[in-house]
């Protein structure tokens, strides 16, 4: 007999979704979990044919061999869906060894013998329960947050719920995800089976229930009549569509009906589902007839008879199979999350870009673009809703547990755009980058990720303006790109400035204060209890004491563990703040009377220098991130000795500050292709670089053949070299390809053009055609390809095109660059006509990944200090040799004692040239590279001598950016940003 074969095959569940549903429970809380536990709401179908009965009705019950013939076909049912849910269950949990397929019951009220029959069958099938019980009484209200708390609680994998009549309401089934509908009763389920998509669903488990019997059945169905008497609701659409779908006509009735008894002397099938007991006389059913009862009307109360026990026992049997099919729902859900797990091939949709000419302003630009919503982007890129946290319509951060889920997933193509020496009015990287992507994803259909860094709000309101690239190759909305964003610089900026404010006051406290009261105010007393806190344990630890016992410490061990010593001359820690504020170069703290006299000398940095923003972008995890953290040394104590954030105890406090902002920030391109906003080291003091997290994800989400494109802060002597022997060293990562941008203005002014300032008019030189500045300022372009060349990665040279330069010029920098070693040389358009003129840059690139690349460090961790700073100096900058001070050999000196030596270096050099010399264009020779200093962010990982004079708090020129920014108080535009 044909009978529904895919939609047995699919599910087998039930659920009645009238209010015949039967519901039990205890009273909320508390919940209870890993008791095997199931509900069953109705009590369930029953079979008979050429007649049946029940109390209080006429129908006569089946003779006891065909009862024993039923009960079997019953138990073979039953067992085999049980086997078939065991075997899928295994292969579920050994595709996903971490996955533990929970049922959620949601029930109200107490447990009845219903619900222990399908927790043994539950626990037959080998699946978790999670009993949430609610009040008898309790309101809508309350079963709709628990509802919605299950939706989101990624360990359920299907929620059952047991409620009265009064309570299950379509608002309370509809709110619950399809996904998680193991009774098949949402609207979506339901609608799903009727449509024919039935492998996208659930069904329902007393359809499911029903059609078993049937199959079972001797006599084929097809052309035969089904009566369905007192079903209403989800159950009736579904059984009606499956029965008509057998080839059988369905008819359907109410109890009351007058005609009740004509359409049951017609049929060959009846369906029931009863309130209450009801009459149905002999006379009524034709012979042969299968009956079904799906509610508890026709079942005998107290049988007086051996025909009504076996009737009785062959009910509960029934009653089995759909309490398995149930089961067979959540393993199936469960098998449906697993394959959500696994990589998703993408299904990006582009947005549609109109260049104009002339080009509008970038706000122009982004404000006449509308982006996608952002959790369209990300389930077009393959984010479960789970791995996303919206903020607002544009942007989201994205947890890291995208890394877990895709561990195994083969990275794709990983490619640095990097620089020649600047002028400092910047060559474009940001919008090559962007171009790029958007030529890559929007017009070569391959996945692409951009992975940028955050502005600093100090540039964007000093000097530069917006950071979020330009023209027709930028971040949208680049009003939020440039300004708060998620929040991750406020978050620095607070956790930074925690640590120096803990700083100064243990300073104070120390010495204000006897060993005896220090002791007692840093480990009080506690309702009668003192206790150190796991930070202090650790500090202890660290001190050789092995002792928890507060009482149990020595005058001696008291005084190591309250004295941290920290020399004020020698604190190193600076607080932070995202503004460009001269005067706070140099300030004087403790001056009210309230600190007692111990004022000091100390100052500010922009937030984006602090070692906490290095650490967000170099750290692969929470658990990482909270030990670089710890380690970070804030001073020397007087003896010597490091302090650090562990011995403040700060440090826990710090990685709740962080533990948003280590999450990247999702955004997109004009041109709806996804991009990574995370983290911003200042690219002078650190490493320059987005986040090693932003590009692990991102090269995850666009698989095997894509394409993740990261940007290096400033030139290739700082931002590319400290990519790869920084951030490249933290993260395991290996490059396939440079993108080296250059620009006309760039070389003509290391060809010995003019200066160029920001702010004032291009000199004639850089608007006009000069070859002989051109091809003499090629020679920075050369040494660029050169460094790039040493790391052995494939170089691409990016000409990043303006209006002015000529065709001349375009050719002579294309040719030159690839004499000199680039795999190719192409002119891009972007900033004019957005990924479409960067399709011949896409080309190159890929073509340029195919190669074979063989990555190398410059130096070994093992290398000496001074032998890794010598290395840089003269393969990097071309230096002749490096000369330390004094106070540099010093530091070196205490680093190796201490057991940093193996640090990587970061070179705080000025990014205006290739030596430390601003003003020495080209590629300067015959020089000595000065160290007058040789400090260490230990929490970040690496030790970063200075080089001349350097500058963490960049100044306010004498016309800010801020003059022209503006809003419109009536529609809340902004204006004037870039």
Not at 869 to 893: C, F, H, M, N, W
């Amino acid at each position: 007999m044909k009978l529904s074969a895919a939609f047995r095959h699919a599910c087998r569940t039930h659920r009645c979704g009238t209010g015949q549903v039967k519901v039990f429970g205890p009273r909320r809380s508390p919940t209870t979990r890993g008791e095997m536990s199931v509900c069953l709401p109705v009590r369930e179908t029953h079979f008979t044919s050429g007649g049946g009965g029940g109390s209080g009705s006429s129908v006569q019950p089946l003779s006891l061999q065909k009862q024993k013939t039923l009960s079997a076909a019953h138990e073979n049912a039953t067992r085999e869906i049980i086997q078939r849910s065991r075997e899928e269950l295994a292969s579920v949990v050994k595709a996903h060894p971490a996955i533990k397929p929970t049922l959620a019951i949601l029930q109200a009220g107490e447990d009845d013998s219903l619900l222990e029959m399908n927790k043994k069958m539950a626990g037959k099938v080998g699946l978790n329960v999670m009993q949430i019980c609610l009040p008898r009484q309790c309101t809508e209200e309350e079963v709709l947050e628990e509802v919605l708390r299950l939706n989101e609680d990624p360990n359920v994998h299907g929620v059952f719920l047991c409620l009265p009549p009064s309570l299950l309401s379509r608002k309370i089934i509809n709110i619950m995800k399809p996904e998680k509908d193991v009774d098949g009763v949402s609207d979506l389920n339901v609608g799903r089976l009727v449509s024919g998509a039935l492998s996208e669903g659930l069904p329902s488990p007393v359809a499911g229930a029903v059609l078993e019997l049937l199959a079972r059945h001797d006599a084929p169905l097809a052309g035969k009549t089904a009566v369905l008497v007192g079903l209403e609701g989800p159950l009736k659409v579904v059984l009606q569509v499956l029965l008509q779908s057998d080839g059988m006509e369905v008819q359907t009735s109410l109890w009351s009906s007058d005609s009740l008894q004509k359409q049951i002397k017609r049929a060959d099938v009846v369906v029931v589902m009863g309130t209450g007991s009801v009459e149905l006389p002999p006379s009524w059913f034709k012979p042969g007839v299968t009956l079904i009862n799906c509610g508890s009307a026709l079942m005998p109360e107290s049988p007086a008879s051996e025909e009504r026990r076996m009737d009785a026992e062959s009910w509960a049997e029934i009653g089995s199979i759909s309490a398995a099919l149930r089961m067979q729902n959540v393993v199936r859900s469960s098998m449906r999350w697993v394959e959500n797990q696994q990589y998703q091939p993408w299904t990006l949709r582009p947005l549609k870009l109109q260049p104009l000419s002339p080009v509008p302003s970038d706000i122009e630009i982004s404000r006449a673009q509308t982006p996608k919503p952002i959790v369209q982007l990300a389930e077009e890129i393959g984010l479960l809703p789970e791995e996303l946290e919206a903020y607002g319509r544009t942007k989201a951060k994205v947890r890291l547990s995208l890394l877990t889920r895709l561990q195994h997933q083969p990275n794709g193509k990983y490619v640095l755009v990097a620089g020649i020496t600047p002028t400092p009015l910047g060559e474009g990287k940001s919008t090559v980058t962007i171009g790029l992507v958007q030529a890559l994803s929007a017009h070569l259909k391959l996945n692409s990720f951009a992975c940028l860094r955050q502005p600093s709000q100090g540039p964007t309101f000093g000097v530069k303006g917006g950071a979020a690239g330009g023209g027709y190759a930028q971040v949208i909305p680049m009003e939020e790109f440039n300004l708060h964003l998620t929040g991750d610089i406020h978050a620095i900026t607070a956790a930074n400035n925690l640590v120096a404010a803990a700083v100064d006051a243990r300073i104070l406290h120390e010495a204000t204060q006897s060993d005896k009261a220090l002791y007692n105010r840093l480990v009080p007393s506690v309702n009668g209890v003192r206790r150190f806190s796991p930070i202090q344990l650790g500090r202890l630890q660290r001190l050789g004491i092995n002792k928890s016992d507060p009482s149990a410490l020595t005058p001696e061990e008291v005084s190591s563990f309250v004295r941290l010593d920290l020399d004020p001359a020698k604190v190193t820690w600076q607080r932070v703040v995202d503004t460009n504020d001269r005067f706070l170069r140099k300030i004087t703290v403790g001056q009210a009377n309230t600190e007692k006299g111990h004022s000091r000398q100390t100052q500010f940095d922009i937030a984006v220098a602090s070692e906490i923003m290095a650490i967000l972008a170099l750290t692969d995890g929470l658990a990482d991130m909270k030990s670089r953290l710890g380690r970070m040394v804030v001073g020397s104590s007087r003896s010597g000795q490091p302090v650090t954030a562990d011995d403040l105890g700060v440090t826990g406090a710090l990685a709740v500050l962080m533990k948003d902002a280590i999450k990247p920030t999702l955004m997109q391109t004009l041109e709806g292709t996804p991009v990574f906003v995370h983290a911003g080291p200042f690219a002078n003091i650190a490493h320059g670089n987005s986040s090693v997290l932003a590009d692990q994800l991102a090269l995850k989400l666009v698989g095997k053949e894509g394409y993740v494109v990261t940007e290096a802060g400033f030139g290739a002597d700082i931002g590319m070299e400290k990519f790869f022997n920084i951030k490249c060293h933290a993260s395991g990562l290996k490059p396939d390809v440079v993108v080296l941008v250059a620009t006309i203005r760039a070389l003509k002014m290391h060809g010995g053009g003019p200066s160029v300032t920001a702010g004032a008019p291009l000199p004639k030189e850089y608007i006009d055609e000069n070859l002989q500045l051109v091809s003499e300022g090629c020679s920075n372009l050369k040494k660029q390809i050169e460094i790039a060349r040493l790391f052995g990665v494939p170089v691409v040279v990016a000409l990043n095109i303006f209006k002015t330069d000529t065709e001349a010029e375009i050719d002579l920098v294309c040719r030159i660059a690839e004499a000199s070693g680039a795999s190719a040389a192409v002119p891009c358009h972007h900033w004019a006509r957005g990924g479409r003129g960067s399709v011949e840059l896409a080309h190159a690139v890929k073509e340029a990944a195919a190669q074979e690349s063989n990555f190398r460090f410059l130096y070994s961790l093992q290398t000496p200090i001074v032998e890794k700073i010598r290395t840089i100096a003269r393969k990097v900058y071309g230096a002749d040799d490096i000369e330390l001070s004094p106070e540099a050999q010093a530091k070196i000196e205490y680093y190796n004692q201490q057991g940093f030596d193996t640090l990587p270096v970061c070179m705080a050099k000025t990014h205006l040239s290739l030596s430390h010399m601003p003003d020495k264009k080209g590629v300067p020779t015959g020089f000595i590279l000065p160290i007058r200093d040789v400090r260490a962010s230990i929490g970040a990982g690496f030790i970063y001598p200075l080089v001349g004079t350097m500058s963490t708090m960049p100044g306010l020129p004498t016309r800010p950016c801020f003059y022209d920014i503006d809003l419109d108080p009536n529609t809340e535009e902004i204006t004037g940003l870039f």
